[in-house]
């Protein structure tokens, strides 16, 4: 499962758009709603686990990773890291800069 589900996160990232906005944009086209500062639940989680990319955390510094709870160091068996649109799509939207996206709006 491992090659596929890194795969298939790597297409999935590949397809966001080339900016913050427009992923935000994107996503809420999509109707992804998450939460801020969850690794397990923020929006760019929640696109991916809705596209068959179960059981993954999302971070700005780390990418994307299988989830294993709290300890990042054991989850790591594949790792994907994010574009410079995605790091700041995530980073914006932890600060609350895209309230559309945030889950309960």
């Known amino acids: 499962m491992k090659p ?12 966001l758009p080339d900016d913050a906005k427009s992923i935000a944009e994107f996503l809420e086209l999509q109707g ?11 929006a760019l989680a929640v696109y ?10 999302v971070s700005q510094h ?19 890291p994010l574009s410079p649109a995605c790091k700041d799509f995530v980073e914006r939207f932890d600060d609350g800069q895209y309230p559309r996206l945030v889950k309960g709006w």
């Open 62 to 80: 780390h990418g994307v990773w299988p989830a294993h709870g709290n300890n990042w160091e054991v989850g790591r068996s594949w790792q994907v």
């Open 48 to 57: 991916l686990k809705r596209n068959g990319v179960p059981r993954i955390e």
């Open 32 to 42: 992804v709603r998450g939460a801020r500062g969850e690794a397990a639940s923020c």
């Open 4 to 15: 596929y589900k890194e795969a298939k996160t790597r297409l999935l990232l590949a397809a």
